[in-house]
């Protein structure tokens, strides 16, 4: 479905078939309801590399949740296809984790904190000898191996989330979807959590997308920014984010190019509020 002018559908940032992960391509998505239909998702063209952190931003209601779950295999889109490692998605792929906003309601409090990591695991049928590695291994990289025995709701809020990152990494996804899962936290366990991020994806080598409607947080974690019209959604912009790889809270938001990045977000997001509709493609 083409905008109404008829103009070509902006895409974003697409790669050579080997350096291409993860692929939406054509991705359309309407909700069919008793008072007709809702086009949530218009035509979402973009690819994912190995190795990249990119971050998904766009005003309220741009359909940035419902492109994560037709990713994630969880949606049906209504047309269109997300392509995996060279296989088109039709059901949560096992290469693929999700860390959801709402981390409190996704960890078993009956459950120590272990025992909700290994839950996938077990789940997936991986022998126990190879369960305790993957836990283990999982806890020490988000800095909980003292907390292995402890029950949810004995931890704070960051810790909880942190339970939840290592559950998604113990599963040795290829491709790691986070939506908006710093929303609930205070701003220094935010900051704190944004770096372990970036430690983990650099030191495990996971493609991951990051969901976030703060702005700041978008340029200071990714390599990329793909910025989302209003709804019915397409990409208004793929960003390249030309900062040093080496990022640091402090130094890095003091950089001019960082204010000049964070301004241009702003004023694309904006835009959109507006009713701004790109009618070219669009990639920086």
């Known amino acids: 479905m083409l905008p109404e002018n008829n103009a070509p559908i902006p895409r974003g940032r697409t790669l050579p078939p080997e350096e291409t992960l993860l692929s939406v391509r054509g991705l359309q998505k309407i909700y069919r309801t008793d008072s007709g239909d809702v086009e949530a998702v218009r035509n979402l063209t973009f690819d994912l590399g190995k190795n990249e952190l990119a971050c998904l931003v766009g005003p309220s209601g741009s359909g ?50 272990a025992e909700n990591v290994e839950l996938p695991l077990r789940n997936a049928g991986v022998p126990k000898a190879e369960r305790t590695r993957l836990v283990d291994e999982a806890l020490e990289n988000v800095g909980l191996a003292e907390a292995r025995a402890s029950y949810p709701w004995q931890l704070s809020g ?20 986070m939506d908006e899962p710093f929303a609930a936290v205070d701003a220094q366990t935010r900051a704190d959590l944004e770096d372990l991020v970036r430690s983990i994806q650099k030191r495990l080598g996971m493609t991951v997308l990051f969901v976030t409607h703060d702005i700041d947080e978008s340029v200071y974690l990714g390599t990329r920014v793909i910025i ?20 640091d809270q402090l130094e890095t938001r003091a950089l001019a190019r960082f204010t000049e990045l964070r301004h241009h977000v702003y004023e694309q997001i904006q835009r959109a509020k507006r009713g701004f509709r790109p009618d070219v493609t669009s990639v920086r």
Do not use: H
């Not at 960051?158 to 979807?177: D, K, N, S, T």
């Not at 019209?229 to 390249?240: A, C, F, K, N, Y």
């Open 158 to 177: 960051g810790m909880q989330q942190r339970v939840a990152i290592a559950r998604a990494i113990a599963y040795q996804p290829e491709v790691l979807l």
């Open 64 to 113: 940035k949740t419902t492109l994560l779950k037709c990713i994630a295999g969880l949606l049906e889109p209504t047309s269109g296809d997300v392509i995996l490692d060279g296989k088109a998605i039709t059901g949560p792929p096992k290469k693929m984790a999700v860390v959801f906003q709402e981390y409190g309601r996704s960890l078993f409090p009956w459950l120590r904190v």
């Open 228 to 247: 989302l019209s209003s709804s019915p959604t397409v990409v208004q912009e793929d960003l390249v984010v030309d900062l040093p790889e080496t990022r």
